[in-house]
């Protein structure tokens, strides 16, 4: 089963916070981007998947991120950047994935839904990849 985290970022991800992330997320992992350049996936040694995040999109309706979030994620002020990150059940795949958002939004500030409940950077678990940004 997958785990799956949106990364609500209160400023647009430049090439420079991309890269940023996919740092902190490990230096080893290999990347590669699939659907056209849409989605942009973390790999293994294995070369198989093990996050995939996909183009920042843009939301500009008041509301809609709780519409398709739920209430939980409390009011979210628009715009905002709505960045999917959709880690694989592998070991150690939520921990990239969390690294990742954890990246964003300490650069662009924001916070992060899971469905285990909405989290700050600073909420977000500590990972082994900690302090490599």
Do not use: F
């Not at 230096?27 to 849409?38: F, H, K, T």
């Amino acid at each position: 089963m997958t785990y799956d985290l949106v990364a609500l970022v209160d400023g647009r991800p430049s090439s420079e916070d991309v890269l940023a992330g996919l740092a902190a997320a490990g230096e080893d992992l290999g990347v590669r981007a699939v659907s056209g350049g849409a989605v942009v996936q973390l790999c293994g040694d294995d070369n198989l998947p093990l996050v995939s995040i996909e183009l920042p999109l843009l939301i500009q309706v008041p509301g809609e991120v709780e519409r398709m979030l739920g209430t939980s994620v409390g009011v979210v002020d628009t715009p905002a950047w709505w960045v999917e990150i959709r880690a694989t059940s592998q070991d150690g795949a939520r921990e990239i994935a969390e690294q990742y958002a954890r990246t964003l939004i300490k650069r662009l500030g924001g916070k992060v839904w899971t469905s285990e409940g909405v989290r700050t950077a600073d909420e977000l678990p500590a990972s082994a990849t900690e302090g490599t940004n």
